[in-house]
């Protein structure tokens, strides 16, 4: 048997209307908003992580390519290692001081520390 194929069209085999068309969902394009606007949260967390120290980067807006490459700007400034998961940057041990004054220096103005 063949691979089994996800079903795109809503369970419709065959349509007897000569005019039927399947619904195409276009995916919205999501705008990058600019850095000045961007309503960024700097956050220490210890959940789940034996104890150790995460900082996190949360709020961004925008595209998933931005926000990898704000995580790799973060990740290279702070030294230490990191990741982007679900719209989160995870960076490495404490660094919630050094990555606002970072943050603010390149234009992020909204950026904060919240606790």
Known sequence: MGKKQSDKKGGIVYSTDPSF????EEEKEIQTLDK???PLVIKIDRKQRAGKAVTLVEGFVGRE???EALGKELKTHSGTGGSVKDGVILIQGDQCEKLSAYL????????????
């Not at 603010?104 to 606790?115: D, F, L, S, T, W």
Request: hydrophobic share 25%; proline share 0%; aromatic share 10%.
């Open 36 to 38: 000045k606007d961007q």
């Open 65 to 67: 390519e931005d926000l």
């Open 104 to 115: 603010k220096n390149k234009g992020y103005v909204k950026a904060r520390i919240g606790r």
């Open 21 to 24: 068309r399947f619904d195409e």
